[in-house]
């Protein structure tokens, strides 16, 4: 059912790319949809700046150019997903544990267009969903340590290893009121690669695909 939201989401972003231009994109589902209309409405690309394997592989399948971000001058513009959006565009990011390439190649690129469902705009971030964070192994008791002065509990995910051979930890009862502060003394515990929140490179315009099957647009910058 949420799958049709993100196609509609989709659609109206892809409009967003202009020809001949080199562009960044994420991981998921929506993503997934997003790379399929990529094909079928035969976007002219130079070429793609993928944050996952899995979204590279199915590029790839379709032809598309991909390159490495440390070969690219600038990136147009980042399109992806989150698990939850809030009005500042602040997010959650990392239910699929790409998190820390997205945010690096989100936050070297000029605008981010992030594409949800609507069950995904959120008042409160951390509600619904945990933030997830990618750690060095070793330091897990560590950090979950530092984690327990927050109020929070945490659950490592399962079978997951990072593409940088990490783990991730899901934290809940974050107080996050303050997302920037969290994101910010979560960064700052030794081990921590990055935290799944993103309260600095927020996204730039939110395309929310809706259930009476319309989108809405918010764009920080108009
Ligand atoms: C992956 C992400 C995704 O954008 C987020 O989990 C949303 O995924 P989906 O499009 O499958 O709902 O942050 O690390």
């Known amino acids: 059912m949420f799958n049709k939201l993100k196609i509609l989401a989709a ?13 960044g994109i994420g991981s998921g589902t929506t993503i997934s949809n997003f790379i399929d209309l990529l094909y079928t409405e ?7 700046v993928s944050a996952s394997r899995s979204s590279t592989k199915k590029l790839q399948k379709y032809n598309f150019n991909i390159y490495q971000i440390n070969k690219v001058k600038k990136i147009g513009i980042y399109f992806d997903s989150a698990d939850e959006i809030n009005h500042k565009m602040q997010m959650i990011k990392g239910g699929g ?14 605008l981010f267009i992030c594409m949800i469902d609507e069950s995904k705009y959120v008042k409160n971030l951390g ?6 964070i990618e750690i060095i192994p070793l330091a897990e ?3 979950i340590k530092q ?3 927050l109020g929070a509990i945490v659950k490592k995910r ?9 783990i991730i930890l899901d934290v809940y009862n974050l107080n996050l009121c303050e997302p920037l502060k969290i994101e910010k003394y979560i960064n700052n515990i030794p081990g921590v690669v990055t935290v799944g929140l993103f309260t600095q ?8 695909g809706k259930h009476n099957n319309t989108v809405s647009i918010i764009n920080k910058k108009i």
Do not use: M
């Open 141 to 143: 008791k560590f950090i």
């Open 201 to 208: 490179r927020c996204a730039d315009i939110i395309i929310i």
């Open 11 to 23: 659609k109206s972003a892809i409009k967003y790319i202009k020809n001949h231009n080199i562009i």
């Open 158 to 166: 399962i079978n997951t290893i990072t593409e940088h051979g990490n």
């Open 42 to 48: 035969k976007k002219n690309i130079i070429g793609i």
């Open 147 to 149: 984690l327990s002065y």
């Open 97 to 110: 544990a790409a998190l820390t390439n997205e945010k690096i190649i989100s936050s070297f690129s000029d």
């Open 127 to 132: 509600i619904l969903h945990p933030v997830p």
